[in-house]
C-alpha cells in the first residue's frame, strides 16, 4: 500500500521543479490553513465513495445499514457499484465520485466505503481547489490515508482517520467516532486496553511501552505501507515534531522492518516527536525459528529513536477504532499509554 514540501520562491519557480528533489514538491500543512469542516449531526447526508478497491454488495449494504443506524442520510457515489480489476471503477470513475461529493451541497461529509488499493492513483488529478472551497469532514483509513495526506497538504482540510462505512461500530468505536465527528471533546483521552482488566483476542492486541516519555504534536500518519509507497513522490509526508500513528496489517515482521526501514531513510519520521502504534493484525511469522517477533521487530526500528513509542492503541485493522482528526493537537503519553486529543477536529 505511501510527501514533503513545495518550494515557493519568487521569480525562480521553473528552475526549482527542474531540479528540486521530491521533498521540495509538496505543499504541505504548515504552509496551508487548516480549515475544519463542520461537525456531523443527526440527519447529516454522507456521501459515500469507494476511491479504492471495490465493494461487494454486502459490504455496501452494510455500509448503508450502518449509515442508517448513526442517524444519516446517504448519497451513494456512481461508482460505488462498480467494478473495474481490482479498482472501483476507473480512475476518472472514482475520481468523479470525489470531486462530486465534496462539491455537491447537499452532502454535509464524505465517508469511504472500503480501503483497499488505487488512492494513490488519484492524487495528481484531484481538484485541490475544489475541496479547499467545499470543506467538509472526510472519513476513512488503509488505503485512504494517501488521501488524508494529500488532502491536508494541498488544502490544509481537517480530515479523520477512521472506521470506513462498511466496519464493525462496537460500543469504543462509536463514542471514540462522536468525540471526534458530533460532540468534539478537547481533552479527550484514548488509552490502550489493560490486560490485566480485560480478556484481549490475542497477542496483537498487548500494548506495551516501546520507548518511555511524553511528546506534544499535530496528528499525522495512518498505514505504514502506504506511506511508504508515498515517499519519494510529490505527497511525501512530513512527521517532523508531529505525532505519527502507524499500523498496518498481514505484514510479517521482516516486511514491516523493511516497510519501516525505508521510511526512517526517506523522510524525516525519525525527527517525530513521538509514535503511537496501533494493533498489527495477523503480522506474525510464518516461520518463527527464523524471524524477530513483532514486538521485537518494532522495538528494534523505532526503540532508540530517543522520541516516546507505544504500542497497542485502539486502531488499525480491528474493530475497535479511535478516529484522529489529522493536523490538531495531540498528546501522546508512552508510560501510562495513552494519546489525548487537545482540540478538536471540527467546528
Known amino acids: 500500500m505511501i510527501r514533503r514540501r513545495f518550494i515557493q520562491q519568487t521569480g525562480f519557480t521553473l528552475l526549482a521543479s527542474a531540479f528540486s528533489a521530491p521533498s521540495a514538491l509538496a505543499t504541505t500543512a504548515e504552509n496551508t490553513l487548516r480549515r475544519k469542516p463542520l461537525r456531523l449531526r443527526d440527519g447529516s447526508t454522507i456521501g459515500l465513495i469507494a476511491p479504492a478497491g471495490p465493494a461487494s454488495d454486502e459490504k455496501i449494504a452494510k455500509a448503508l445499514a450502518n449509515l442508517s443506524t448513526l442517524g444519516y442520510r446517504v448519497r451513494e457515489g456512481a461508482a460505488l457499484r462498480a467494478r473495474h480489476g481490482y479498482l472501483a471503477g476507473t480512475d476518472a470513475a472514482r475520481l468523479a465520485d470525489l470531486h462530486r461529493a465534496f462539491s455537491d451541497p447537499e452532502v454535509d461529509a464524505v465517508w469511504c466505503v472500503r480501503g483497499g488499493y488505487g488512492c494513490t492513483r488519484l492524487l495528481p488529478d484531484i481538484d485541490y481547489d475544489l475541496v479547499r472551497k467545499h470543506p467538509k469532514p472526510f472519513i476513512g483509513y488503509s488505503d485512504v490515508t ?84 508515498l515517499a519519494g513522490t510529490p505527497f511525501q509526508p512530513s512527521f517532523r515534531d508531529k505525532i505519527v500513528f502507524l499500523e498496518d496489517v498481514g505484514e510479517q515482521p521482516y516486511r514491516i522492518d523493511r516497510l519501516l526501514t525505508q521510511l526512517l531513510q526517506a523522510t524525516d519520521l525519525s525527527r517525530a516527536a513521538g509514535i503511537a502504534l496501533g494493533v498489527f493484525a495477523e503480522c506474525t511469522p510464518k516461520n518463527t525459528e527464523f524471524s524477530f517477533t513483532l514486538p521485537e521487530t518494532l522495538t528494534d526500528r523505532l526503540g532508540t529513536l530517543g522520541i516516546p513509542v507505544v504500542y497497542g492503541l485502539p486502531f488499525g485493522h480491528v474493530p475497535h477504532q479511535a478516529t484522529f482528526p489529522y493536523q490538531m493537537e495531540a498528546a501522546l503519553d508512552a508510560d501510562n499509554r495513552t494519546l489525548t486529543l487537545l482540540e478538536p477536529g471540527v467546528e
Do not use: W
Open 146 to 229: 494517501a488521501l488524508h495526506i494529500a488532502i491536508g497538504q494541498k488544502t490544509g482540510l481537517v480530515t479523520f482517520h477512521g472506521p470506513v462505512a462498511a466496519a464493525d461500530f462496537p460500543e469504543n468505536t462509536l463514542r471514540h467516532f462522536h468525540a471526534a465527528l458530533t460532540s468534539p471533546q478537547p481533552g479527550y483521552l484514548i488509552q490502550a486496553p489493560d490486560p490485566e482488566a480485560e480478556v484481549l483476542p490475542d497477542e496483537a492486541y498487548l500494548p506495551f511501552t516501546i520507548a518511555p516519555g511524553t511528546a506534544r504534536g499535530q496528528l499525522t500518519g495512518g498505514n505504514i505501507s502506504v506511506l511508504t509507497a
